[in-house]
């Protein structure tokens, strides 16, 4: 049956303190700064990330001295919070071990097209910047084609688990309903679609 009616969202006007915006800002720059201090002077992102939330939870200390800060630090997502900066710890580690420096010579054993595919499945486990950054370094020669592939395996694949992307971590701290476990019921499903995903690239690929 049809639906009738209107539905109507009321308006209403927010006022955003001078404090959340620097507070947003510093979140910001904290981003930024992870990502051009890496590119530009090596530095670990882990340590450009502690450092930009050390500064914001100081900027909010001082900035919100007469408000009920508690009530602000419990709504805030440690969970999800913690679980960024583990796997930031995470990919540090693997860097240090020269654990990813490995994954370039998957190219060697296998066809390009194939390895492109493992890739995407190991992006699930393993943050999919560091392990293409990886990939990028190795000097590995592929086509525009294969490049393609390679592009949708490392930003598709890390949907094939719940903590592999940042939609994932962030709706299982959303949804109590959601957990590893119940999103990983789906898997079966998500990497159907993901092969299939992937054959469509490398049939348009072709047409390159």
């Known amino acids: 049956r049809s639906l009738t009616g ?5 308006k209403r006007e927010i006022d955003i303190a001078k404090g959340d915006q620097i507070i947003a800002g510093l979140f910001l720059a904290t981003i930024i700064g992870t990502i051009g201090a890496n590119v530009a002077f090596g530095i670990p992102p882990v340590l450009s990330f502690l450092f930009g939330l050390a500064v914001m939870f100081m900027a909010v200390h001082f ?3 007469d408000e009920p800060i508690l009530e602000y630090i419990r709504k805030i997502e440690f969970d999800t ?3 960024f900066l583990g796997v930031l710890l995470l990919v540090g ?3 240090e071990l020269q654990v990813l420096e490995h994954f370039p010579t998957l190219y060697e054993k296998l066809p390009v097209i194939v390895a492109n595919y493992s890739v995407g499945l190991f992006s699930a486990l ?7 950054a990886a990939l990028l370094k190795s000097g590995i020669e592929m086509s525009r084609g294969e490049w393609l592939t390679l592009t949708y395996s490392v930003g598709v694949g ?3 688990l719940a903590i592999g992307s940042a939609a994932g971590v962030v709706a299982m701290s959303k949804i ?7 999103y990983l019921r789906y898997f079966g499903y998500l990497i159907l679609a993901y092969s299939l995903g992937f054959l469509g690239v490398v ?3 072709y047409l390159l």
């Open 6 to 10: 209107e539905v109507i969202l009321p």
């Open 63 to 65: 900035l919100n001295k």
């Open 81 to 83: 919070l913690l679980f």
């Open 93 to 95: 580690m693997l860097k």
């Open 126 to 132: 393993i943050d999919n910047v560091p392990l293409t």
């Open 158 to 160: 890390g949907s094939l």
């Open 176 to 182: 109590s309903a959601l957990s590893f476990i119940a």
């Open 203 to 205: 049939l348009v690929s």
